[in-house]
């Protein structure tokens, strides 16, 4: 690779990953403005920096789940099974396309604005909004509310039809774990863990060609 073409290949990496962070903080930010404009406020279930409990809790619970979820996504992905292979690998070519070339701190970076931008909009406001105040909501106004924002977030990732199915089962994981802890920052610290894992493991894989 000559010079200029290296030159060329670190700008294209660089805008891609800002253009990734970008978008998913665009997520938070409209989540912020919906909050503002006709609520609720997805600020008003993350921790402040003082409630320390709060904060070892969202830290916490979440890393540990985005570990047992990232764990057990790879582990599916050793399943012999023709169409799970099939499936799966469509929608990790699709990914290592579009993450290749990122450094492992940019993968961790793009993950986090991931989690953040996508539980402050999904979890953090539309899941409130279709549920209002889950302390005083029936079991199936939250049996909606996660299963609704949950479909949403899944149509959101339409890589493939096998992605889409993976991110609603994720989506109802999160939506599960923010309504029983009542604490925003545990969904978005599962989802950074799960989805830097995978990135990094994802595109660190030889690249092989689309099925």
């Known amino acids: 690779m000559t010079k200029a073409a290296r030159v060329f290949s670190i700008h ?7 253009s990734a962070c ?26 402040s920096l003082f409630d320390w409990a709060g904060l070892a809790l969202g830290l916490g619970i979440g890393a540990v789940v985005g570990g047992l979820l990232a764990g057990g996504m790879l582990l599916v992905q050793l399943i012999p099974l023709e169409a799970i292979r099939s499936l799966n690998d469509r929608s990790t070519h699709q990914l290592m396309q579009l993450l290749r ?31 209002g105040e889950m302390a005083n909501c029936s079991q199936q106004e939250i049996f909606f509310g996660i299963l609704v924002s949950s479909l949403v977030f899944g149509f959101a990732h339409p890589m493939s039809v096998s992605y889409v199915i993976v991110a609603t089962l994720m989506g109802v994981v999160l939506g599960t774990l923010y309504w029983y802890y009542d604490n ?14 995978l990135m990094v493991w994802l595109t660190r894989l030889p690249m092989r060609a689309t099925p």
């Open 12 to 18: 294209r990496d660089d805008a891609k990953f800002l």
């Open 22 to 47: 970008s978008l998913e903080l665009g997520l938070g930010c409209l989540a912020f403005a919906l909050g503002i404009v006709i609520g609720p406020d997805p600020r008003n279930r993350i921790p």
């Open 101 to 131: 070339g990122l450094s492992v701190p940019q993968l961790i970076a793009v993950a986090l604005t991931a989690g953040v931008g996508e539980e402050l909009l999904f979890r953090g406001w539309l899941m409130q909004f279709l549920t």
């Open 184 to 197: 925003l920052l545990v969904p978005i610290v599962a989802h950074w863990i799960y989805d830097a894992i």
